[in-house]
């Protein structure tokens, strides 16, 4: 697993055959900024469907995206396109966790078998602001799943989003096997000499690096969020927001550090469990809202509702691992 940036369970669905096409659904989106909110229009193809918006503090538009097939498999791919009018804010979700099946199409003839693609492209204009924070991916035994995301900033735009993905269904016991997680993204911001590299972060999980220290040191739950900020951050205003990051890892398993970047932050958790990494990132969204003087985040209303992130102690999943597996 590497970081690089530029100098400057449910049940499996039946295989396809051959005269079953993979899905390719797609969405697209546009936020504008209302007299009474942002406000949104847009459309997708199947498998993909946009749900009812809710008005948030602020005027900010939540909006879940629902996944209607159930899952993914090889071959299948998912397109979304976002763009953020200015002075427009935004908060994207998941209806639910994402599940990628087995890759269909291994054969002594094609060993690697077909992938499953997401391919997501934000447009973000002047003053505009999106929170993009799906639930999680599940990346059940042998299966082959990339994602690429790439953001496009504007002056005073900012951008948060966060990540979690587990490999492999390990309560019942199963590992990622052949599978392989590969993931690209790109923040880009106009610099005086065209586009500056904000971020470039391209990591691939599997075979070794699932078990080498360097990678996932085998664990099973992997989680990135990155927040990039509208305007360069004051040293000091950058270190109380790290410390209070540190601070929010307060009860919870796993490994979780975080850092900054030339205009924002980042942050990453290796862990057995996936309501750490949910409860750390939305501390960390919340402690981020705090530090732009923004309210405080509304949970999405289609988030596990029996859980309090925000509660700095050990969630009832956490207290009950000594005597079980984690979540």
Do not use: N
Request: glycine letters at 14%.
């Amino acid at each position: 697993m590497t970081l690089s940036a530029p100098s400057g369970s449910g049940p499996v669905p039946s295989v396809p055959t051959a005269a079953q096409a993979p899905w390719h659904g797609r969405l697209w989106l546009r936020f504008e900024a209302g007299a009474e909110g942002t406000v949104h229009q847009g459309g997708s193809t199947a498998p993909l469907r946009l749900q009812r918006g809710f008005r948030r503090a602020g005027g900010r538009c939540e909006l879940p995206i629902l996944h209607t097939a159930g899952g993914l498999v090889g071959g299948d791919r998912l397109s979304l396109e976002v763009e953020l009018a200015p002075g427009s804010s935004a908060l994207l979700t998941s209806v639910a966790a994402q599940k990628v099946y087995g890759s269909i199409g291994r054969s002594h003839r094609a060993p690697a078998g077909l992938w499953a693609a997401q391919d997501v492209r934000m447009t973000l204009a002047e003053g505009a602001d999106l929170e993009w924070l799906p639930q999680e991916l599940v990346l059940y035994a042998d299966g082959l799943y990339s994602q690429r995301l790439r953001v496009e900033l504007a002056p005073g735009a900012s951008w948060l989003g966060a990540e979690v993905v587990r490999l492999g269904r390990t309560a019942a016991g199963e590992q990622l096997g052949e599978g392989r997680w590969r993931s690209a993204l790109e923040v880009v911001r106009p610099g005086p000499d065209g586009p500056r590299w904000e971020l470039v972060d391209r990591l691939e999980l599997a075979d070794a690096a699932l078990r080498d220290g360097h990678g996932m040191g085998g664990e099973p739950v992997f989680g990135s969020l990155v927040w990039a900020a509208p305007q360069p951050l004051a040293a000091g205003a950058l270190a109380e927001l790290l410390a209070e990051g540190r601070r929010a890892r307060v009860g919870l398993v796993g490994e979780m550090e975080c850092g900054g970047l030339d205009q924002g932050v980042v942050a990453r958790y290796r862990g057995p469990s996936t309501t750490a990494a949910r409860t750390w990132f939305t501390r960390l969204w919340a402690a981020i809202r705090s530090a732009r003087g923004l309210s405080a985040p509304e949970l999405p209303r289609c988030w596990p509702f029996q859980e309090e992130p925000l509660v700095l102690q050990p969630p009832a999943a956490e207290r009950q691992a000594s005597g079980g597996g984690h979540p």
